[in-house]
Every structure is written in structure tokens, then in C-alpha cells.
């Protein structure tokens, strides 16, 4: 069919904004847009799969939105072909705006549906996870998210780097945007979907990839579900990600910062359990200066050997009476000695970063200012616990307000 019998959605212009639509007029109950950037090759087989799950559990109740930033690859007039076969996708072709996160939101922008979605248009999202999203959604969740890091998630084969830039950018948005980011446990996800209501009538300004965290920074968010999926290789085409997409997102966590002004942690700070967990760090202050005392004064080791051992000691302690005290309450809903070693393994991970930060510490101020060395030791171990402390909450021990 030539394409100009078939019509391309019009772009909205202007600002990035979804408007409430009336229950009566909430036909379809789903909108799920698809950002697309050089995807000619993948586009035509998500959709078939897309089409055929939600022909047969919500038919005729759902539209498909292919955003496509006018691509090289002309994966907008693929789609378009599409359109004379399947009667619920919709076509829309930018030109001038660009970008994941404001594709899907232009493409929300002309969705009629009551529940919003997206998911990449790659097939590294199985779009059998769909289902489970949407039936969170009908239960009353807000925002149901795919994630890769609860029971029955996962990435293929990623990369041992790939996996540290991911897990680093979460631990970075952590330290932001703690109220924000640590609220699930794949911030990172661009899988899910969210009920309109929450995120209607709110100005978003997304940059770059994560879309997720621009729905969780500005929407009104109370119950989050997750459902655990395996990220698949890629198999044709290429990931869209650079060097610059880690500069947005950090541009990205710095803005929503500012739009939340003042941190809801700061209210909400767990004062009685930043206080046990204190009261736990001294306990391994002492652990580490006697070990630090045996192994540097009266067994010889050199300095570092005995700050490193003395410190890996402490560590060990204060995970003991952190998961028994501190957090205990976190620690039983989450039983089971695979359990308790994950959290360990993450818990000595974080610290051993702190024990980094804390001989950088204790070398620049002991050899750069002179300061004494006991002195030193005791402003990095001040430092280093409220990193610790903050970091671990959110990762460790972490049970994010969602239910599975
Ligand atoms: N319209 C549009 N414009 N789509 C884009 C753009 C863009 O500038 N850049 C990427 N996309 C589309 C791709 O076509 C694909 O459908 C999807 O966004 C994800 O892009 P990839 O380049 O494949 O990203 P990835 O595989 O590294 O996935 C990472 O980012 C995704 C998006 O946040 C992972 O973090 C995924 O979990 C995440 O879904
Ligand atoms: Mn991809």
C-alpha cells in the first residue's frame, strides 16, 4: 500500500505533558508506546507478538505507538506498512525533537488508554511480562515495573563492565535521588507501566535514557509492583547507548534533585536506625583498632596490610549485629541463608568502597595535611559510615515498597 493512504500520527509540540482523560472516555484500557531508533529489523516481529498476546487478553482494548526518531533505517515506514495489518498501532514520525525518554512521552501524549506502557523495541523485553504488568495494574498498582534484580529477573550475558556501569549508575542515582531511586529495585528499567492518573497533568523534562526515573521523580507514585525478567541479547541492530546517555542521566538525577528541592529522606530520616547503626560501626572501631593494634604494632604487618585486615574484620562484625539488630526487621522478610549472604556479599562490597574512600582518606590526610594518623582514621571512619549507612539501606537490605 503506498504511504500515502496510510497516515502517520501527528507529533504534539509544545510541552512535554499528558492530560487526565475522564473515565468515560478511557477506551482503550491500554496504550503501550514503542520508542524506535534504527529498528526495521526487530519492528515487525514485536509487533506480530504484541498484537497476537493482547488480541487475546484484552482485544480490541489496546493501541500500540510506534515513536520513531526518523530513522536512518526508516523503521517509521516499516511500522507504517504495519498499520494495514494491524488495525491497533499507530505510527508517529518525529523529526527535529529527539530522544528515548521525550519519544515516549510525545507517544503518551496522544495515547487514549487509562493504563500507559513502553518497552524497547529490540526484543530484549519479552513481551510476555506484559501480561503480568498489566494484571498488577488492574490490581491497583500505580506503577508496575520489569525488573531485572528480583526473583526471576536477570541480564543474558552481559558483561562483567556493563553489569558494573549499571549497578554504578543505580548506586550513583542513590546517592541523588535516594527518595526516588530507592524505591525499586531497577531503577534502570525502561520495561513498565503506570497508571495515567499518576503521572497527568505533571510537566516532565526526561533526559536521555530513563525514562523510569522522570515517572517516579514527578508522578504521584504510592504502590509499586515488580516483576522479575531476564534482559535478552541483543539480536539484530545495535544498542543506542554512548558515553553521552551516562552525562544525561547524571544531568537527568541532578534536575528531578532540584524539582524535589528539599530530599523526603531528610524528613523522613531513620534517625533510631542511623543511631544503631552508629552504635554498631563504633563497636567496629574497636574491633578494628584492636585487630589494627595486633597486627601493625605487635605482629609487624606493613600499614596498609593492617588497616585493610584490621577493617575487612570490622566490616565482618558489623554486618553480624546489623542484620540482627540494625535492620533486623528488613532482614526477616528476607529469610534464608541465600538471602543473608547476598545482603552480606552486598554489604562488604559497599563497605570495601567505603574502605577505599577511607584509606584515600586516611593517606591524603595523613601524607598530604600531616594530620595525626588516629585522627585521620577517626574523621574517614565518621565519613565513611554515613555513606555506609545510606548506601546500604537502599541496596542491602533494601525492600522496596512494592510488592512482587
Ligand atoms: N525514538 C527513539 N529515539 N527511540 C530510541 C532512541 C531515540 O533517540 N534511542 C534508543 N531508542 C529506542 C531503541 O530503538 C530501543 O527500542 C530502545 O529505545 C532501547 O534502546 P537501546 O539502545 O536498545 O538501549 P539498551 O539496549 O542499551 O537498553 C537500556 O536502555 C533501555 C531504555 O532505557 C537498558 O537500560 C534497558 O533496560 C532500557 O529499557
Ligand atoms: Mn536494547
Redesign the pocket.
Known amino acids: 500500500m503506498t504511504r500515502n493512504l496510510l497516515s502517520l500520527t501527528p507529533t504534539p509540540k509544545g510541552i512535554l505533558q499528558i492530560n487526565e482523560r475522564s473515565p468515560v472516555h478511557l477506551h482503550p484500557l491500554f496504550s503501550l508506546v514503542?520508542?524506535?531508533?534504527?529498528?526495521r529489523q526487530?519492528i515487525e516481529p514485536l509487533i506480530g507478538k504484541l498484537s497476537h498476546l493482547l488480541d487475546s487478553s484484552i482485544p480490541d482494548d489496546y493501541e500500540l505507538i510506534v515513536?520513531?526518531?526518523n530513522?536512518p533505517d526508516e523503521?517509521w515506514d516499516v511500522a507504517l506498512q504495519l498499520t494495514a495489518v494491524y488495525p491497533h498501532l499507530k505510527v508517529m514520525r518525529?523529526d527535529g525533537e529527539?530522544?528515548?525518554?521525550?519519544?515516549?512521552v510525545r507517544g503518551w501524549q496522544v495515547a487514549q488508554g487509562q493504563i500507559l506502557g513502553?518497552?524497547?523495541?529490540?526484543l530484549?523485553?519479552p513481551p510476555t511480562v506484559l501480561l503480568e504488568l498489566l494484571q498488577a495494574a488492574l490490581h491497583g498498582a500505580d506503577l508496575a515495573v520489569a525488573s531485572?534484580h528480583v526473583e526471576g529477573g536477570g541480564v543474558s550475558e552481559w558483561s562483567i563492565a556493563r553489569r558494573s556501569l549499571?549497578r554504578g549508575a543505580q548506586v550513583l542515582g542513590l546517592i541523588v535521588l535516594p527518595d526516588v531511586v530507592g524505591r525499586v529495585s531497577?531503577p534502570?528499567?525502561?520495561?513498565f507501566v503506570v497508571q495515567r492518573a499518576a503521572i497527568a497533568n505533571q510537566s516532565l523534562n526526561p533526559k536521555g535514557?530513563?525514562?523510569?526515573l522522570e515517572v517516579l521523580g514527578r508522578g504521584s507514585i504510592q504502590q509499586i509492583a515488580e516483576v522479575g525478567y531476564v534482559?535478552q541479547e541483543?539480536t539484530e541492530?545495535?544498542?543506542?547507548?554512548t558515553w553521552r546517555?551516562y552525562l544525561d542521566y547524571v544531568q537527568h538525577l541532578i534536575r528531578l534533585r532540584w524539582h524535589r528541592r528539599f530530599p523526603q529522606t531528610l524528613f523522613k530520616f531513620p534517625i533510631g536506625r542511623f543511631v544503631r547503626f552508629a552504635v554498631v560501626g563504633f563497636s567496629g572501631v574497636f574491633v578494628d583498632y584492636a585487630v589494627f593494634y595486633l597486627l601493625f604494632n605487635q605482629a609487624g604487618f606493613s600499614l596498609n596490610v593492617s588497616n585493610v585486615l584490621s577493617a575487612e574484620t570490622a566490616i565482618f562484625n558489623n554486618f553480624l549485629w546489623n542484620d540482627a539488630w540494625t535492620f533486623s526487621d528488613l532482614a526477616q522478610r528476607q529469610l534464608g541463608w541465600q538471602a543473608r549472604g547476598k545482603r552480606f556479599l552486598k554489604f562488604n562490597l559497599i563497605c570495601l568502597a567505603g574502605l577505599l574512600l577511607n584509606t584515600a582518606m586516611v593517606n591524603v590526610l595523613v601524607r598530604v595535611f600531616g594530620v595525626n594518623v588516629y585522627l585521620a582514621k577517626f574523621v574517614a571512619i565518621a565519613l565513611v559510615t554515613i555513606w555506609n549507612f545510606g548506601v546500604n539501606l537502599k541496596l542491602s537490605w533494601r525492600v522496596t515498597d512494592v510488592q512482587r
Not at 98 to 104: D, K, M, Y
Not at 209 to 212: T, V
Open positions: 514503542i520508542p524506535t531508533y534504527n529498528e526487530t515513536v520513531d526518531d530513522s523503521t518525529r529527539n530522544g528515548l525518554s521525550s519519544a515516549v513502553v518497552i524497547d523495541a529490540d530484549q523485553h531485572r549499571s531497577d534502570m528499567s525502561g520495561y535514557y530513563k525514562i523510569l534482559f541483543r541492530g545495535e544498542s543506542k547507548v546517555h
